[in-house]
DNA sequence: TTGAAAGCGCTACCAT
DNA sequence: ATGGTAGCGCTTTCAA
């Protein structure tokens, strides 16, 4: 591998004026950058990122860590991050924990020295524990958890506010008896959905204690949970799933159950993954516009990093709104 | 930021120690071992990754360079990529090109001293450039792009056989006028599929001269393609998209024109992407094993970088099969 | 077993 | 405008 100072010596000059020329400063006469771009072309020279983030300090990569790559949750949500990313001229450097949660701490130190920041999607409420860390020495967003007492500067989704939207929805169109499939009851997004459920069957019902099945985000739930309802024969008209996944999985053994979906019963998940509109019927859901949450969020980080981030961009949370298809058409045109 | 020169002091050992005894080298007395790493604990050291792959010439670190992050075939890929590569301890940093060709040079020389190898997958044709291109000087796997004169070493999916196999069923299921919807012009797995389907079309009906629509496997050309044939007015029983999403647009627009799906018109697509089986009737496809591929891209790399790949594994193509469903349950059974 | 010191490839400061 | 040189934080000979 040809180096600068075989550049510079080739070109006979010092390492000094070769990395100057080569970085395009304006103190080098133009014949000598000539000669030095010349001879850097001929040998074919490619500068060595690494050497130059040691002495630069600055890395120009942004490192992300992410509970898991399933789905298409995280594939959009990278594509949002690599988009602003990429738009300022840096790479990323992906990390994932594989669910396991010890591994984050690991997968943080790791970073350290190839990255000037990152952007962390815990897999639980791991918040707290970072915040006090104080390995945690470089700039961190955190992606959907705001933390808890925490500072650190976070962009997340109002899982509250679109879960109340879609109940809300859903009693509009007729629904009376709605069942809700939750997520992981550790996961943070997983009780805001619930919480948000039940209070609004609470408060446009005046039903206290709604049936809430358990899920957990992941393929094979959404069908046990109905298979679990059928079989207690327990009256519904609606299921409100919180995500697509569980939603769709939902749907098709509903309809595999002879129900008639979006008049007979009525289905909604929460995300608007692609596959949401594919189904058919299509399926009503919450849009969180899973690209812009990434975009949000390496945004904030790279203003974090130029020391521009402003005090109300410190925490970014995206309303979400409601994406509405054929699985809730109404209950009312069943008649 | 704690150096190791820092640890070294506050524990009173040369630096040479302290990285011998971090690094757990037996060369070091189990008491000053143990003092070492307490302080290191205690100030929380945590190893500069960057200034350690300088000295030691290696970054334990695989890029990837994809042509673009859309949809599902990118995401599974970089899962099964970031399987195998995790596996071995190692971290992945991402690239794209997001469609231009120009940046594929630049994003590869960028690589240069933060990885010790790169799985690249060409937009196009790009392979030969890449051959030729002095600049690569570090270990390359391509994928799904098995260069032509080049002795770089890939991986990639069986294009042809798949695209023969579902020609073949689409027949065996009754259909006689089986459209194509190709994919871009300059892309070679197109280009192979569309030739397969001709190769098929002409050994088994005798159709030298089949039709075949211009698509670019994105979203929206599945929908025009269907679009563009019905105004046609030519006739079909069945179509042959050139991957699963314009397959499921296509089966989108057919249906919502009246056409019964899987029985009066087939339809099949190419990849197995997870929203095949999620559709209705579930769509009949060439299962790609996405995730497979990419973890076979890094397990040739990772072996390439240890000295170890052998002959035969220098070039692995993946021979795709079936996944029959219920978008070619068959003409027969529309009587 | 431990320490001193020479780099890894580059940038940036200080001279000239 | 150009050159010399001191590091960036770490690993790794070579000596002791």
Known sequence: MVTIREVAKEAGVSVATASRALNG??????????????VAARLNYVPH????????????????????????????????????????????????????????????????????GLIIMPPETVAKTLDTEPLVAFPIVMLNAPPKGSTLPFVSIDSRAGAEMITRHLIERGARKIVHISGPANNRD???????????????????????????????????AIVALLTSGIAFDAVFAANDVMAVEAMMSLRDAGYAIGTEVLVAGFDDIPLARYVSPGLTTVRSEITKLGEAAARTLLALLKGELDEESHGTVIVPRLAVRGSTAGRDEAA
């Open 25 to 38: 400063m304006s103190n080098v006469t133009e014949p000598t950058r000539a000669k030095i771009e010349a």
């Open 49 to 116: 990122s690494g050497a130059r983030s040691l002495t630069k300090r600055q890395t120009d990569t942004i490192g992300v860590i992410l509970p898991d790559l399933f789905g298409e949750f995280f594939s959009e949500l990278i594509r949002g991050i690599d988009k602003a990313v990429h738009a300022e001229g840096k790479t990323l450097l992906l990390g994932t924990m594989h669910g396991r949660q010890e591994e984050t701490a690991q997968a943080i130190r790791a970073m350290r020295g190839r990255v000037d």
């Open 190 to 224: 997983a009780i805001e959905r619930a919480a948000a459920f039940r209070d609004i069957m609470k408060a446009e019902l005046g039903i206290a204690d709604p049936v809430i099945l358990p899920g957990d985000f992941c393929e094979g739930s959404g069908e046990k």
